[in-house]
């Protein structure tokens, strides 16, 4: 399974970024995605999940403001993009985003770290207050 994010950057407080996440070499009708955010310092919280049935999970914090979507190519293809659009963003989200893929199924709240094996670099997102 291949991760590979992309977006990120810089944006001032109550700005909008989007990270686009490409997942590929999976079983087609399988496969959770989520994002996750670390600080320095601090431990790796979920963000947003979605699954192959396009069910979706939300941290309280960022419900309203966020929004997770996800493409999936064909299954000869076994790809999918899934993206994390995300608005109103805040000084304290400062954090290095990282996606993740579950190769079985979302499970439990769709959001615990140990359920996801395969991780991408993850990719910084900066707010300015």
């Known amino acids: 399974v291949r991760v590979v994010e992309s977006g990120g950057g810089s944006v001032q407080s109550g700005g909008s970024l989007s990270l686009s996440c490409k997942v590929s070499?999976?079983?087609?009708?399988?496969?959770?995605v989520g994002w996750f955010r670390q600080a320095e310092g601090k431990e790796r919280e979920g963000v947003a999940a979605?699954?192959?049935?396009?069910?979706?999970?939300?941290?309280?914090?960022v419900k309203g403001r966020f929004t997770i979507s996800r493409h999936d190519a064909n299954r000869d293809e076994a790809e999918s993009t899934v993206t994390l659009q995300m608005n109103s963003l805040l000084s304290e989200e400062t954090d290095m985003y990282y996606c993740?893929?579950?190769?079985?199924?979302?499970?439990?709240?769709?959001?615990?770290?140990?359920?996801?094996?395969?991780w991408g670099q993850g990719t910084l997102v900066t707010v300015s207050s």
């Open positions: 993740a893929v579950d190769p079985v199924m979302c499970s439990g709240s769709f959001l615990d770290v140990e359920h996801y094996d395969y």
């Open positions: 070499g999976y079983t087609w009708s399988s496969v959770c």
């Open positions: 979605i699954d192959r049935n396009y069910k979706t999970k939300y941290i309280d914090s």
